[in-house]
């Protein structure tokens, strides 16, 4: 992913406020991002976890459970 579109997607999630959450864009034919689908969960998809080599579900799970550990959440 092109590090200017980690750096929108960042802004729009500081922007919502969320801790966890997916974000999905396409390109249009004239080189523009349209972020089009913001959800404060994500589909973590099996075909993600064999793309990336991990589980994301359990990074998801992880990071929750700190938060509760921690009062957050």
């Known amino acids: 992913m ?12 500081r922007a919502a406020r969320l801790d966890v ?3 999905e864009y396409l390109e249009t034919p004239d080189g523009r991002r349209v972020f089009y689908d913001i959800n404060a969960n994500s589909n973590l998809r099996p075909s993600v976890a064999a793309a990336f080599g991990f589980d994301p579900f359990e990074r998801v ?4 459970q700190h938060q509760l550990a921690q ?3």
Not at 2 to 13: G, K, Q, S
Not at 61 to 64: A, C, R
């Open 61 to 64: 799970v992880d990071y929750l």
């Open 2 to 13: 092109p590090r200017d579109a980690v750096d929108v997607a960042t802004a729009i999630v």
């Open 21 to 23: 959450g997916g974000i």
């Open 71 to 73: 009062g957050g959440a």
